[in-house]
């Protein structure tokens, strides 16, 4: 069992327009997952997402597939 803590971060590529999505990827090797929480309310809810469906995730906003506006 592992007790470390995510450290959340935002994208560089963020405006801080206030629509933005922080992960914590330090949690990847220790647990497989990588939370995911809104930035507008870091006290919310965290969804732990597996590796592979936040890369997929990541590779759809890349390519422009994914709707996401």
Do not use: H
Not at 2 to 11: G, H, I, Q, Y
Not at 43 to 51: A, E, F, H, I, R
């Amino acid at each position: 069992m592992t007790t470390e803590s995510p450290r959340w971060f935002k994208s560089s590529y963020s405006a801080n327009g206030g629509q933005c999505i922080e992960v914590a990827a330090n949690l990847v090797a220790s647990r497989g997952v990588v939370p995911v929480r809104d930035s507008k309310n870091p006290n919310g809810p965290v969804l732990n997402t597996s590796v592979d469906a936040f890369t997929s995730f990541v590779d759809s906003v890349r390519s422009g597939t994914c709707g996401v506006a």
